[in-house]
């Protein structure tokens, strides 16, 4: 971690900081949502269903993933006691 500490500046962090915005549940649902109604007004209604699928399948296993990734930290934190 040396090479990276020795790489990093606080104007640096802020850029990535920005830049994961673009992957959060917030962003990505919001961007799923204002493409389907785009394709649908744009008669590409084949399109926004597909990317319907995507955005609601992707957005359901990250927030499963999360919760099982949380449960499984809270487990190991109990059973060290």
């Known amino acids: 971690f040396t090479f ?3 790489h ?3 104007a640096m962090i802020s850029v990535f900081h920005f830049l994961t915005f673009f992957g959060s549940s917030n962003f ?3 961007a799923y949502i ?3 109604i785009w394709l649908f007004f ?3 209604k084949n399109d926004g ?3 319907l699928i995507v955005g609601i399948t992707s957005t359901l296993l990250m927030l499963d993933s999360r919760t099982s990734f949380a449960a499984t930290v809270r487990n190991s934190l109990y059973s060290r006691s």
Do not use: C, E, G, Y
């Open 4 to 6: 990276f500490k020795s």
């Open 8 to 10: 990093s500046t606080p």
């Open 28 to 30: 990505l649902f919001i």
């Open 34 to 36: 204002l493409l389907v």
């Open 42 to 44: 744009n008669k590409r």
């Open 49 to 51: 269903i597909d990317i």
